[in-house]
């Protein structure tokens, strides 16, 4: 039979209120009293009821996450790095894909409201009210969907800015940007402006078709690219799915890579999914989703955190460049 509450009390020899408030971490039990509290656990092998502390802390162990898509390597990987980061704090992970379901989403926020999800990890491409996010715990990855919403990113500007900088040195003249944008505010936006201003400080023109749209729509804008500037000799794309549309329309156009066409891409490392070896902004993703989860757990518990939260990309060299 398993241990309870009050076999452990009577081997450490202490009241079962105490030994509640060793297991609720209460500062007002002495050492003496909480090391024979936590010897008498090991001893008994006594195991939490984690059910009954969640429902007196009105708490249900779920968290929600909000994804565009789920078959993007980005966010298959993030999607697991957060399944597997919340398991350690005893969460379960309730999955939601919401590019073209902004309902989706609502239903999410009501059910933080009515108690049913603690939290939730939003990587949306839908406008929301700033207030609804307001008073609930929640994380942003990229967006800015709130002043009292935190958010984690990547060092999108610097990251593209340092990428820019590579195909310059490798000879690259003529530098397109191919893209898509987010409708809500968001770092995403980053990587336009620091190819803009690389640009601007090298003297050299810009080629930019960055478009509102959604996952799947790439490929149009990858052919709407090459038929725009059919010459280029530079060529980054600002994400995984923009990239292998851009690759294979470059390919079509007759260009050969990376010997009169070099390639960057944000994101990825898309030898895993692909095969192919591109040269990319590689995203630190599990420690971007190691903090979103602890962020968002210091939330669900009353804490305070900081607003913005950037990791640093590395640029991995592939085929697709000198």
Known sequence: MAATISDVAKCAGVGIGTVSRVLNGGKSVKDDKQQAVMRAMRELN????SMAKRLREQKNGVIALMVPVVNHPFF?????CVDQEADKFGYSTLLVASQ????????ILDRIGRREVDGAI???????????????????????LSENVPYITSDNYEATKRAIEYLIERGCKKIGYIGTKPLVE??????????????????????IVNEVAVHGDETKLADKFFESFADLDGVFASGYSTAQCAYKAAVQAGKS????????AYDGSFTQWSGLSMTCVQQPIEQMAKSAVKILMERINGKTVAARTVHESSLIIGNTTK
Do not use: C, W
């Not at 006594?46 to 009821?49: A, E, G, L, T, V």
């Not at 190819?195 to 080629?207: I, K, L, P, Q």
């Open 46 to 49: 006594y195991k939490p009821n």
């Open 257 to 264: 890579i990376p010997e009169n066409l070099q390639m960057i």
């Open 76 to 80: 298959a990987q993030f999607i697991d």
């Open 186 to 207: 968001s770092e995403v936006l980053l990587r336009e402006k620091a190819y803009r201003d690389a640009m601007r400080e090298h003297g050299m023109t810009e080629y």
């Open 100 to 107: 073209q379901h902004a309902e989706r989403e609502n239903k």
């Open 122 to 144: 939003f990587v949306t491409h839908h406008n929301h009210a700033s207030e609804r996010f307001d008073s609930y715990p929640i994380v942003s990855v990229d967006r800015h």
